[in-house]
């Protein structure tokens, strides 16, 4: 920096300022998320920590109401005095007692987690007051009582009066938290409550952040709806009743169908018995001969190591070039040093042992190649390359036409303090961790990757890897686990021109919607669970098509849009209409899997090969037993991008290889059938050597 002209280098100090202010303020309101959500879910560890020290009591209480109210019923049975009763089991005063306990012990257990909120006081105050006052917080009329509460908590922290104290306003607060405040009013608890508000209110975007990316305003991100008047780049029409006649018609149909199936007992894998739907599992499609042709491949291909191979594919793709001077733009002339820096974090291992283990380079040498030369962007048009080289290659084609794609998320652990910041996903274990969420195509190229909290939901983040890079567009069904499904994303994968194709785990008791229920099939009614609002869906409409012509543009990121919608704690217009538009799409998809069979292999063979993948990336990633240990999230995600680039390499390599076996095989006269070669895959690694030292050729 010293060495740049005076107005090159005050430019960058201000470009740098302004991006670190919107990333600072975005960071602190996240943190403030996490906090709120450690607290109340330590508050209802320590409410049913609560209830089962209260178990012995619970336990003599009940024991000794069951014996006093069966002698009761005994006595009345046989006509005595119930007062005799009484007076055998001790006396109206040992009954009275035993009330008494009874009262006590429903109190201890009617408790609710919002009474134990206020141990998390003290934390709160050591960053609320300068969160309050730095941070520029904006909202709509709707959050306009908080806002009004916020600026009173902020005259507390200035050394508000007394009067202040006394006038708490608690119109802010949901039910909840109302009938709550109405029983405890006081500084502790009234000021939390404002906090867990406040939270929820950047969650909804109701508030938002005049620095702010994440958190900013909403609105200011759609694009226009005269934009979308003009050009209308979504798979559904601009005007709503056109689609919604359409539709109309699509879900009568596919429900007379499905009706008609059920009836006569021809739905392929499924039956509905007393009103339940019930699946069969499905049956294995490939091959017996398969394994037998993968293991004869597989052994054919010749031993190499890591650093020939990316040599090798470099050579022939010459994807270094995308690793340019973040200065300059020029080209890396060190591509031995690039590829070693790639190279380690593709397996894991940081610079300074990579340094180690490697024959070309100091650890000096290689920060300094990863300093100027890889970034995001960088790696993003690096795994396009690769991705689109394999494609074109001939044995790809036996596997697809990159028009599906399957999504999933991988788990890694990472370093650091995980449970007190909240990114532990118990799914996991108690220690922290980072999701790798990878959307691969049908030909195996893993056109996209993400890293996303270990607590994140996964649904929102499936478009951002469709919309992100041309193989992501080319795709028209996209599969996903059950973690990858929601109503609004059924919607937006409509509104922009994907098929999508969960498989859902509890899709028995999913309930269908309909227009109108008195013409559904009495053999379906039961698995219809209410009518669609035309209204709603109608009324909403313009505000649709802008989220997703946003989302489409990449104006805003889909997976922002998404969590946002999804969590607004009042019933916004929006968000509800998205909603029907996703229980349309949804009863669409159900009907449709009931009836086709090679609907369910299709989705259950795409994520058979994503699944395979993160097998790969696992014998990749050896080192350091997995874990990722980089403190910041900029480094997390190079080692996360590291790997899956170093996947696509190992994955073009061998369909280049297999592909130049099987036309060998085919040139000696042996046939190969088509459907056989369906099933092979590229994700083999034992004939590559991973471990030991990094030996390059001298250049």
């Known amino acids: 920096m010293r060495d740049l002209p005076d107005h090159r280098r ?29 607290l109340y879910r330590s508050s209802e560890r320590a409410r049913d920590a609560q209830i089962g020290n209260q178990r012995s009591l619970i336990e003599a209480t009940l024991k000794s109401f069951a014996e006093v109210g069966s002698s009761l019923v005994a006595a009345r049975e046989a006509g005595e005095a119930l007062n005799d009763v009484i007076e055998s089991q001790g006396g109206w005063d040992q009954f009275s007692r035993l009330v008494d306990d009874a009262l006590r012990v429903n109190a201890k257990i009617a408790v609710d987690p919002l009474d134990f909120v206020t141990s998390g006081y003290a934390r709160f105050r050591l960053y609320v007051p300068r969160l309050l006052r730095i941070l520029e917080i904006k909202g ?27 006038n708490l306003p608690v119109l802010f607060a949901r039910p909840k938290w109302q009938s709550h405040l109405r029983r405890n009013l006081d500084r502790k608890t009234w000021e939390t409550a404002v906090l867990f508000s406040l939270r929820d209110g950047f969650r909804s975007g109701d508030i938002w952040l005049e620095t702010g990316r994440r958190f900013g305003q909403l609105s200011t991100s759609l694009v226009p709806i005269e934009v979308i008047r003009k050009t209308n780049p979504l798979a559904v029409p601009f005007d709503a009743k056109e689609w919604l006649d359409g539709r109309k018609a699509m879900l009568k149909t596919a429900l007379s169908i499905v009706g008609d199936a059920a009836k006569k007992g021809l739905l392929p894998n499924c039956t509905i018995k007393d009103g339940e739907l019930h699946f069969t599992k499905l049956e294995r499609q490939s091959p017996e001969s398969t394994d037998k042709l993968v293991l004869s491949l597989y052994r054919q291909l010749p031993q190499i190591r890591i650093t020939d191979l990316l040599l090798e594919v470099d050579r022939a793709i010459g994807f270094t070039e995308a690793f340019t001077d973040i200065r300059t733009g020029a080209p890396c002339r060190d591509q031995i040093g690039l590829l070693t820096v790639l190279l380690s974090d593709g397996v894991n291992l940081g610079l300074t042992k990579m340094a180690a283990a490697s024959n070309a380079h100091s650890y000096w040498e290689l920060l300094r190649i990863a300093k100027w030369h890889i970034q995001e962007d960088a790696y993003d048009r690096a795994l396009a390359m690769i991705v689109d080289a394999q494609s074109e290659l001939p ?16 788990f890694f652990p990472v370093g650091g303090v995980g449970e007190a910041m909240n990114v532990v996903n118990m799914k996991h274990g108690r220690e922290p961790g980072i999701k790798a969420y990878t959307h691969l195509s049908d030909q195996y190229g893993p056109f996209a990757v993400q890293s996303i909290p270990a607590t994140a939901h996964e649904a929102p983040y499936i478009l951002d890897g469709l ?27 409509s509104l922009l021109g994907y098929s999508f194709s969960p498989r859902i785990r509890d899709l028995p008791s999913k309930r269908l919607y309909a227009f109108d229920l008195k013409s559904i099939n009495k053999q379906i009614r039961p698995l219809v669970a209410g009518k669609l609002s035309e209204r709603l869906m109608a009324d909403n409409w313009p505000d649709i098509l802008r989220a997703a012509a946003s989302c489409s543009a990449n104006t805003i990121k889909p997976s922002h849009l998404l969590k946002k919608l999804s969590s607004y704690p009042r019933q916004n217009e929006l968000a509800l209409a998205l909603r029907e538009v996703g229980r349309v799409e949804r009863s669409l998809f159900m009907l449709r899997w009931m009836m086709d069979e090679q609907l369910q292999h299709r989705t259950q063979l795409g994520l058979n090969k994503g699944e395979a993948h993160h097998a790969l990336k696992r014998a990749l990633s050896f080192n350091r037993h997995g874990e990722i240990r980089d403190r910041t999230s900029e480094g997390q995600h190079y080692r996360i991008a590291g790997m899956n680039l170093l996947a696509a390499i190992v994955i073009y390599w061998n369909t280049k290889k297999l592909g130049e076996l099987v036309e060998k095989m085919k040139s000696e006269g042996e046939e190969i059938p088509a459907g056989i070669l369906a099933h092979t895959s590229p994700l083999g690694w034992e004939h590559i050597i991973l471990t030991g030292e990094y030996r390059w050729p001298k250049a």
């Open 10 to 38: 005050l430019a960058i100090l201000a470009v740098c300022m302004v991006e670190w202010r919107y990333q600072i303020s975005d960071e602190v309101v996240e943190t403030h998320d996490r906090i709120v959500g450690k």
């Open 140 to 166: 709509n009329r709707a959050v306009e009582p908080l806002l009004s509460a916020i600026d009173v908590l902020k005259k507390l922290n200035d050394g508000g009066s007394s009067k202040d104290e006394s």
């Open 395 to 410: 044995m790809a084609r036996y596997w697809g036409e990159g028009l599906t794609a399957s999504a999933d998320a991988q």
């Open 467 to 493: 919309l992100s890079n041309d193989a992501g567009r080319r795709v028209r069904e996209q599969y996903v686990d059950t973690g990858g499904f929601t109503d609004h994303v059924f919607a937006m994968c």
